[in-house]
């Protein structure tokens, strides 16, 4: 395995990012992020409901 140096790594990236735009990763990353917004808040809703017995 070839090493490259961080800086090679960074340039590399960093001028393939506009050519390949925003990705699968941040569309996973914002999923991920609205479900567990979703339920954290029925998570903590939940404890808010009151039995009346």
């Not at 960074?10 to 990763?25: H, W």
Request: charged residues 20%.
């Amino acid at each position: 395995m070839e090493h490259i140096p961080a800086v090679a790594w960074l340039t590399e990236a960093a001028s393939a990012a506009p050519r390949q735009g925003a990705g699968n990763l941040l569309r996973i990353v914002l999923i991920v992020m609205v479900l567990g917004c979703v339920l954290t808040a029925w998570f903590l809703l939940r404890g808010y409901k009151r039995k009346d017995d």
